[in-house]
């Protein structure tokens, strides 16, 4: 991992409150139901790693807790009309170092006795083996059970200097080929707009994961257009102008770029339609436009995701491409990728500027 960008990942995390939300949150978008466990945090977190990440640092969950928690979720309006359930933590639901096997099984089961059709386990990769994945095919052996861990990008130099995130592409198509081979479904995550390249080298390099994806036989891939998450690295950047808020139109510039086969597999997340808040004063800040194509931007995005239908998909994004805005959003961001401009700022000063930071306040490496 890049020692620099380590230091500072602890630096910001050091003062992040506890979280006190319930032990399960929950997050609803159609038929979709997200359940997120609240954990004594991620460990790749607790060891300085992913600069753009933060999906908070809790307690460590009580069993008893998680059964009156489950129980509630499971009578709840929006379990009940849902089909298709995540379990994520956060971390890696399936990192027994995070999340004991015990309450992994038992959240699982209650999953299998459910009616839903689609599961979905969200997790690091490095947290899966042959043991867990046999154990996870038989408790559903009726139901459709997706592994979806985050890729984030295939370009190596971005991950080590950008996201300080190794994933390492021979390993993660082992991981893959374990997955189908014990019968159940891979799903990965990809980001879109990582800062200090371009607007048109955001989108290659999106596409260039999209296409290693497919080639390397994923099943899903959800696009995460950059949000810039309170108690981040991501965040400091942000706020010393390195940067920008990301335009929802990015998106719709990529699913253009698209092949059938790209594009039918995709779903879209975090697009504008989610935040994890601290106060009024530090929350996520989301991809935004403006206020007249945000609202149509987000029902497209809600639209599309919710159905794969590769007719209906080409359809509503040839509506949102050609609709009559009366802003000058989609104009600005054609004539920004047409130019080919340079990016806006560098990764150098970036890296300098976090380093003079951690000597300005004096910060003793040795003991972070
Ligand atoms: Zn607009």
């Known amino acids: 991992m890049d020692q620099l960008l380590t230091q500072a990942n602890h630096i910001i995390r050091k003062n992040r409150p506890l979280d006190k939300t319930p032990v399960i949150i929950t ?39 998680i059964k009156t928690a489950m129980d509630q979720i499971c009578s709840s309006r929006d379990f009940i009309e849902s089909d298709q359930v995540l379990l994520g933590a956060s971390g890696s639901f399936l990192d027994d170092y995070e999340v004991s096997e015990e309450i992994q099984f ?15 386990l969200e997790t ?32 190596k130099e971005l991950q080590e200097k950008v996201l300080n995130k190794e994933i390492l592409l021979e390993e993660l198509k082992k991981t893959i080929a374990q997955i189908h081979h ?9 980001l879109l707009g990582i800062p200090f390249l371009s607007l048109n080298e955001q989108i290659s390099d999106t596409i260039k994961s999209i296409e290693w994806s497919v080639d390397n036989g994923a099943d899903y891939i959800v696009i995460f257009p950059i949000n810039i998450q309170p108690f981040t690295l991501f965040e400091w950047w942000y706020l010393q102008g390195y940067i920008s808020i990301i335009s929802p139109w990015m998106l719709v510039e990529l699913l253009l ?59 509503k994004l040839q509506q949102i491409y050609k609709f009559p805005f009366s802003c000058k959003c ?30 300005k306040y004096g910060i003793n490496r040795s003991n972070l």
């Open 182 to 190: 014990a019968g159940l479904f891979v799903s990965l995550n990809i």
């Open 124 to 155: 690091h990769y490095k947290s899966i083996n042959q043991a867990k994945l046999t154990k996870i095919h038989k408790l559903f052996p009726d139901q459709i059970v997706h592994i979806e861990m985050g890729l984030e990008t295939v370009t």
């Open 330 to 359: 989609r104009e600005n961001l054609h004539n920004t990728l047409r130019k080919k401009n340079a990016p806006k700022t560098s990764l150098k000063s970036a890296r300098d500027d976090i380093e003079s930071w951690i000597n």
């Open 257 to 315: 770029h698209l092949t059938d086969k790209e594009l039918k597999r995709v779903c879209l997340s975090w697009y504008g339609n989610r935040y994890i808040t601290y106060s009024e004063q530090q929350k996520t800040i989301v991809p935004y436009s403006c206020p007249v194509c945000q609202p149509e931007l987000l029902s497209f995005f809600n639209n599309f995701s919710a159905n794969y239908n590769i007719k209906y998909r080409k359809q």
């Open 106 to 120: 038992y959240m699982m089961q209650r999953l299998s006795q459910s009616d839903k059709k689609e599961i979905f």
């Open 27 to 65: 997050f609803r978008r159609d038929r979709f139901l997200q359940l997120t466990l609240q954990t004594s945090g991620c460990r790749y977190s607790e060891a300085g790693s992913c600069c753009m990440c933060n999906y908070g640092k809790g307690t460590t969950p009580n069993v008893q807790d």
